[in-house]
């Protein structure tokens, strides 16, 4: 990629690959990121302790229905009314344009019902007469990152160590972010359609088409899970 030391080479010249130079081959691990219920829960009281209401739409939203922090910030209250009718909410402004519709659930329902209750203004729900996107989106990504050593478990990581701990093939708990509650999404999704005794490939594909990604890779990505023998580092 551009930024990246590349290794000199005259032109045309090529690599030996990494079976010929008798390299040891590389290790990966992940880097588990979703919200546990009970960090949520605490979250979610100290954001009404705290009148942040904003936050606890947007937590919710991602937790229930794996939203994006602006696929949340952004929805209209039309959005939301026509989702609590139909049972399915349709996203449009999404990450690369791929539009889709995501199942309302019981816990969704709820929590689409808090946030039209809450709603800032008649038309959006997080954003009043006046504000900016990106200023409400920082808001909620700042209060998060602020106050979650007061909810969240103590042997999360810095996303660096975490990061360095999966290239290693160790797998651990990086520190909470907004994005993380669809990480939760996605494990929770994942989880119910192997109950149901789904393959783990039709699984996966459910969940990614969820996600709105159409990748397994990606996907990979969300279902990591901290590996339970791992001691605090």
């Known amino acids: 990629p551009p930024g990246t030391d590349q290794p000199d080479r005259l032109p045309g010249q090529i690599l030996p690959d990494n079976k010929k130079l008798d390299l040891e081959k590389r290790k990966f ?3 588990h990121r979703a919200w546990e219920e009970a960090e949520l829960k605490k979250a979610i009281g100290l954001a009404l302790e705290m009148d942040r209401k904003d936050v606890v739409i947007v937590l919710s939203l991602g937790y229930t229905l794996g939203t994006r922090l602006e696929e949340s ?5 039309y959005k939301v009314k026509e989702a609590l009718k139909t049972g399915y ?3 449009e402004n999404t990450k ?6 995501v199942k309302v659930s019981e816990q969704a329902r709820q929590a689409l019902e808090y946030a039209l209750e809450n709603a800032k ?11 900016a996107t990106h200023k409400v989106k920082r808001s909620i990504q700042d209060w998060v990152r602020n106050h979650r050593h007061r909810f969240q478990n103590e042997d999360r990581l810095d996303n660096c160590t975490a990061t360095n701990l999966a290239k290693e093939g160790i797998t651990t708990s990086a520190n909470l972010t907004v994005h993380g509650t669809r990480h939760a999404n996605a494990q ?7 109950e149901a005794g789904e393959h783990t490939n039709v699984a996966k594909k459910i969940v990614s088409e969820s996600l709105g990604h159409h990748r397994e890779n990606v996907t990979n990505i969300y279902l990591a899970k ?3 023998q791992n ?3």
């Open 29 to 31: 691990g992940g880097v």
């Open 89 to 91: 909410i349709y996203l």
């Open 226 to 228: 901290k590996n339970t």
């Open 73 to 77: 910030v952004t929805l209209t209250t």
């Open 188 to 194: 929770e999704n994942y989880n119910k359609l192997i």
């Open 96 to 101: 690369g344009g791929f539009k889709r519709e």
């Open 231 to 233: 001691k605090k580092r």
């Open 121 to 131: 203004s008649k038309e959006r729900l997080l954003i009043g007469v006046g504000e």
